[in-house]
């Protein structure tokens, strides 16, 4: 049911106003600046009276299910209800869903009774797109200045569809390499010493295993495939420009990691390597860190929580850059994995300027700085992270989320294809694998072989709808 509020405010500063405006030091004109101030009182308050406009309140229903910021976002929208939602007249109804959102978005959606935002999923979107169950943001009007401020964000097939923004991403992974200090301490290395190419890496883990005389080794491994990925390749995006999937060329290139693949390679054969990782999961490489037995691992954001949390780090740790593949080589942009947050439903037709006032405010970088403050996201926008008015508590936070320019990382076609043989991540753990060294670049051509060979058979209508949005590059503009 909507409610009707009276709005005095205009009123009474207008009274203000005219009073501030009536000061003199003539008593004669005193006398008279008080009569008409009497007039001017009695003229405004009829005119108030005359001109009193209700607000008609609104409700803006909203539903996530991002449970873990459920507190901080929930003192959000009362402060915005108390305040600039009654001026706007929008009341927030937020409603936090479990493990069934889904189901639950998707029963509603078809039924026609979705909420006005909800948050979105990259596993239905060109779903929901097809069936017209979202409204592209553009159609709400004055979203020029919120799509302007994400415009080199945005990605093709995950935030655009048909050419139409559907979402925007709202905080990041991002990744980094995390070093046990006491570890390099006890082989006399000091923060000179610091790897920074993956050459270097080599060296220093050699140092750490041989003055940790067996009880501790140079680098963390784990046969995980996910940790290939999120510890090693996608973190060498920015020695690439890519981070497997080439959008210019238009083909898979995985060999452009073979630097960093041969180097761990070599660390294998060196002894290195904590051993047994063959059969360590993702849990137990990083239990192994956290109780001070590895000096070097890969890592992303989220660990700084597994390090605080999950599993305590006994060691003091540090983040520091991912290693380069060559001292002289070209970088790119820090890359950062996207999340989105809300997209828009058809009932936000009834009334889309002030569904478009409640984005605005879920995306508005005051709120997100209050979030990475909490340790709960690292905004897209750096924007945000730089109003923060206090450092996050969470070790190793803050300097995940230290960039300049971040590229938000575009979908790529892997999964429209069906790829014969290992893929490339069973192919990296096989040659880690072996303790003997391996021909990498064979291997890895082999790779984009029939990653490419499946490519060509996949609907090229659509491969061609994985390109970067115009704008958008992982080059670094200064």
């Known amino acids: 049911m909507k409610k009707k509020i009276l709005a005095l405010l205009a009123g009474t500063v207008m009274v203000t106003g005219i009073l501030a405006g009536c000061g003199n030091s003539g008593k004669t004109e005193v006398q008279n600046n008080s009569t008409e101030t009497g007039k001017a009182e009695s003229t405004t308050v009829a005119q108030t009276e005359e001109k009193k406009e209700s607000v008609e309140m609104d409700t803006i229903t909203v539903w996530s299910d991002n449970a873990h910021e459920q507190e901080v976002r929930e003192k959000q929208i009362a402060d915005f209800n108390n305040g600039e939602g009654k001026e706007l007249g929008i009341q927030i109804d937020y409603k936090v869903y479990g493990d069934k959102y889904s189901d639950t978005i998707k029963i509603?959606?078809?039924a026609g009774e979705a909420p006005d935002l909800f948050r979105s999923d990259?596993?239905?979107?060109?779903?929901f797109v097809d069936n017209g169950f979202l409204v592209p943001i553009e159609e709400l009007p004055g979203s020029e200045t919120l799509l302007d401020q994400y415009k080199d964000l945005v990605a093709n097939q995950s935030h655009v569809f048909n050419g139409k923004t559907y979402t925007l991403p709202y905080n990041l992974t991002t990744y980094g390499f995390v070093i046990n200090k006491d570890l390099f301490a006890k082989a006399g290395l000091t923060e000179a010493d610091y790897p920074t190419t993956w050459?270097?890496?080599r060296e220093v883990a050699a140092k750490i295993t041989e003055a940790s005389e067996g009880k501790a080794y140079g680098l963390g491994l784990s046969s995980t495939l996910w940790t290939i990925s999120s510890f090693y390749t996608m973190p060498s995006g920015q020695n690439v420009g890519h981070y497997g999937y080439d959008w210019n060329a238009k083909r898979f290139d995985y060999s452009a990691y073979n630097p960093m693949i041969k180097a761990i390679d070599q660390m294998v054969a060196d002894g290195s390597v904590f051993p047994g990782f063959e059969t360590l999961d993702g849990d137990g490489v990083r239990a192994q860190f956290a109780a001070g037995n590895i000096g070097m691992i890969g890592a992303a954001s989220f660990d700084c929580a597994v390090y605080t949390t999950q599993f305590p780090a006994v060691c003091d740790w540090e983040v520091i850059d991912v290693p380069k593949f060559s001292e002289d080589q070209v970088t790119y942009k820090r890359f950062g994995n996207p999340t989105n947050l809300?997209?828009?439903g058809t009932k936000a037709k009834e009334h889309p300027e002030k569904v478009l006032k409640v984005l605005e405010f879920f995306y508005s970088d005051k709120n997100a700085a209050e979030m990475y403050e909490n340790g709960l996201y690292i905004p897209v926008r750096s924007q945000a992270t730089q109003m923060a008015t206090k450092k996050p508590d969470l070790k190793g936070w803050e300097a995940f989320a230290d960039f300049d320019e971040i590229f938000a990382m575009?979908?790529?076609?892997?999964?429209?294809?069906t790829v014969e043989g290992t893929t490339y991540r069973e192919a990296i753990a096989n040659?880690?694998?072996n303790a003997e060294l391996d021909d990498v670049d064979s291997i890895m051509a082999d790779i984009d072989q029939r990653y490419n060979?499946?490519?060509?058979?996949?609907?090229q209508s659509v491969v061609a709808l994985y390109a970067l949005k115009e704008g958008v590059t992982p080059e670094r503009s200064k």
């Open 199 to 201: 050459d270097e890496v």
């Open 410 to 417: 575009p979908p790529v076609p892997d999964t429209l294809i």
């Open 122 to 127: 990259s596993k239905w979107m060109q779903d």
């Open 453 to 459: 060979d499946a490519l060509q058979k996949a609907d």
């Open 342 to 344: 809300l997209c828009v």
């Open 108 to 110: 509603a959606a078809q």
């Open 431 to 433: 040659i880690w694998a």
